[in-house]
Nanobody, 115 residues
Framework: QGQLVESGGGLVQPGGSLTLSCVAS????????MGWYRQSPGKQREWVAT???????RYADSVKGRFTISRDRAKNTVYLQMNNLKPEDTAAYYC?????????WGQGTQVTVSS
């Protein structure tokens, strides 16, 4: 069974930046499509960004131009660089890995954007 562990969340002021990390173990993340999702209290989990195994990258409209997803294949890690953060970005952020019928989720890391 694969395992994903996120880190890097925290409290940041509006306009600030954070970088989230997701370290994969027991899977080779380069063969998976890796994504980030987020969930705010009382809301459904929403997709944020995907880095497909073939190289394609996509972003939700709400984060396009502010967030960047990237991979370090040697470290089996995917990152989410978040700039110009807004209060509405406040959520628990989850890492996802999917390949065929195999799918894994991390435990989440909290991001709070507040002054």
């Amino acid at each position: 069974q694969g395992q994903l562990v996120e880190s890097g969340g925290g409290l940041v002021q509006p306009g600030g930046s954070l970088t989230l990390s997701c370290v994969a173990s027991r899977i080779t993340s380069s063969t998976y499509s890796m994504g980030w999702y987020r969930q705010s209290p009382g809301k459904q989990r929403e997709w944020v960004a995907t880095s497909a195994s073939g190289g394609a990258i996509r972003y939700a409209d709400s984060v396009k131009g502010r967030f960047t997803i990237s991979r370090d294949r040697a470290k089996n890690t995917v990152y989410l660089q978040m700039n110009n953060l807004k209060p509405e970005d406040t959520a628990a952020y989850y890492c996802n890995a999917i390949r065929g019928n195999n799918e894994y989720w991390g435990q989440g890391t909290q991001v709070t954007v507040s002054s």
